[in-house]
């Protein structure tokens, strides 16, 4: 049997897997690192499929690893793309109140982004006005001039033509199947490394159970789509409501594109397997149904309201509920504007099985032997560089 050996082995070639290896790479150069990536070409799930946001980071608690991190991942990838000419929209952000009710919200996030440190301003609505013309807001809006967005697909293909060139092996069409006596059984042979590190998204749950990892957690995916403008839009600001903060999804907002093109979403409806994109493609009988069971336990017993949380976002594959909502942002949105669904996307949300919770920060394990990110949902893209190095210091005080 023909073993490939290295020293570390990531799992993964998406942003986190990427940025991970250049880490690692940096603080050991002589290290031979390999990535495995099942699909035949980059940025296949989560990470060619994102809404490209940079994100500011005042969504998220001080005590968070998100807030931590989006600050310095928005600056990171901000000075990435700059000094790479990679295309960015540096095009600000305006969260709005729909009504009396989401003023209280939008003082919260205020004083969390204070808290953390963020550039983030409460303006009048004649004020965001001026900013958004066509923008819907009561009384108050909070602006974020440090969000902006990109596209990922292309600041991805960046980072894995760095990483190659600084030496590390992109091994594609390479499937995870096994783990077994520190050995990777893949569809294209053994792999062997001394330590390997799990960043596979939507199985990273799975991965993570053959070491002995996420005994308490399991990956509950939700699909997120996109509806396209028909046409050149008018708005030039990303345009998001107050979010529910018990929940970690931000609502239907207004995403502006590298190239000003405009799109409403997305949803955040429950899938059915893991890697249900398009029809039946990728269908698992065996995965639907622990997903079914996992889901009908949340509808019966969940931390959270589950049930509604599913049910407004079903509707929600209904273009025109989704315009409506979209509506209550701006001004002058029309259905007739918003025809053409975006490629799905779907959204490793980690579940805590024992509290039938959603996780709303990252998630990670490991030992001496492995290292498994078990929750790298959104803003994970924005903080990729600096979570990269986080992670790199874990492991360290595993191995050094």
Not at 25 to 49: T, V
Not at 62 to 73: E, I, R, V
Not at 226 to 247: C, M
Not at 360 to 383: Q, R, W, Y
């Amino acid at each position: 049997m023909k073993v490939v050996y290295s020293d570390f082995i990531v799992i993964g070639a998406g942003i986190i897997g990427i940025t991970i290896a250049r880490e690692l790479k940096k603080r050991y150069p002589g290290s031979q690192i390999i990535i495995l990536e099942k699909e035949k070409q980059i940025g296949e799930h989560a990470s060619g499929r994102n809404s490209g946001v940079l994100h500011a980071g005042f969504y998220y608690t001080k005590d968070s690893l998100k807030a931590k991190f989006t600050k310095l991942g928005n600056q990171a990838l901000t000075e990435y793309c700059l000094e790479n000419d990679i295309p960015i929209n540096r095009c600000g952000k305006l969260v709005v109140a729909r009504n009396a009710d989401d003023l209280p919200g939008l003082h919260e996030l205020l004083s969390r982004g204070k808290i953390n440190e963020i550039a983030l301003e409460l303006i009048s609505e004649k004020e965001a006005v001026e900013i958004e013309p066509y923008v819907k807001t009561f009384q108050q809006a909070l602006f974020s001039p440090s969000t902006s967005s990109v596209d990922p697909k292309i600041v991805l293909k960046h980072l894995a033509a760095d990483a190659e060139h600084e030496g590390i092996k992109i091994h594609y069409g390479v499937k995870y199947l096994k783990y077994f006596k520190n050995m990777l059984k893949t569809t294209q042979g053994v792999f062997s490394a001394n330590y390997i590190i799990n960043a596979a998204g939507l199985y990273a749950d799975k991965i993570a159970k053959d070491f002995g990892f996420s005994k308490n957690y399991a990956i509950l995916p939700f699909k997120g789509i996109y509806l396209y403008a028909s046409k050149q839009s008018h708005l030039r600001t990303h345009i998001y409501p107050v979010p529910q903060l018990q929940n970690p999804f931000l609502g239907v907002h207004f995403t502006i594109g590298v190239n000003g093109t405009v799109k409403i979403g997305p949803t955040a409806i429950p899938a059915f397997w893991r890697e249900q994109y398009q029809g039946l493609s990728n269908f698992k009988p065996q995965e639907t149904l622990e997903i079914l069971f996992r889901e009908l336990g949340l509808f019966m017993n969940a931390g959270f309201d589950f049930k509604d949380l599913a049910l407004q976002e079903i509707k929600k594959y209904n273009k025109t509920t989704l315009v409506k909502h979209a509506a209550e942002l701006a001004n002058d949105v029309s259905i007739n504007d918003y025809k053409t669904w975006g490629k799905p996307g779907i959204r490793a949300q980690l579940l805590n099985i024992k509290k039938r919770t959603l996780e709303m920060d990252f998630i990670l394990e490991g030992d001496d032997k492995s290292f498994h990110i078990l929750n790298a949902v959104s803003p994970a893209f924005t903080c990729s560089i600096p979570f990269a190095s986080y992670v790199v210091d874990a492991i360290q005080k595993y191995i050094n």
